[in-house]
């Protein structure tokens, strides 16, 4: 019975999911991957974070949290610890001093790779619970779900009369 109610807690009466389960499933694989990472002394927010520089260095903060689908107010607040630890710097845009450029240091290269193993040992353990097709169709959706054709789609749909 309790599987029936927290069934029905995170889904409409028409049975479409609601923005509670997704909140919900956000929250328990951002821990359980935050546990995966706990020897490296960085979150999983974090790492994602590093990740993304390493992919586009140097990044300026507004490019950085665009890639993040992140506030630019949150995505500064979660840097702060990382520039503190040594493990990206933030410096002026020489060519548009309004911007800063964030790059990662040596060490947050070293950070980076470090979580590498315990980054792919947490996908084996979703990938085991979860199962490969099912995983690589939520990878899928997800991938839709960032994207600026599902935004589009969300917003023309929020505009039609309501019935």
């Not at 992919?55 to 990382?82: C, F, I, Q, W, Y």
């Amino acid at each position: 019975m309790q599987g029936r109610k927290d069934q029905n807690a995170s889904s409409g009466e028409d049975g479409r999911c609601n923005c509670t389960a997704l909140r919900k499933a956000s929250r328990r694989i951002s821990q359980l991957y935050d546990a995966a990472l706990t020897h490296s002394g960085v979150k999983t927010t974090q790492r994602a974070i590093l990740a993304q520089i390493g992919r586009s260095e140097p990044a300026t903060v507004g490019n950085l949290a665009e890639a993040l689908v992140m506030d630019a107010g949150a995505l500064a607040h979660t840097l702060k610890p990382l520039e503190r630890d040594g493990f990206v710097t933030v410096t002026v845009d020489p060519d548009d001093r309004r911007n800063r450029l964030i790059a990662l240091t040596r060490q947050g290269r070293r950070k980076l790779a470090e979580t590498d193993a315990l980054w792919a040992n947490a996908q084996r353990g979703f990938e085991a619970a979860v199962g490969r097709a099912k995983s690589e169709s939520l990878r899928e959706a997800l991938r839709f779900l960032i994207s600026d054709d599902f935004a589009a789609a969300f917003e023309k749909g929020r505009s039609k009369p309501v019935r």
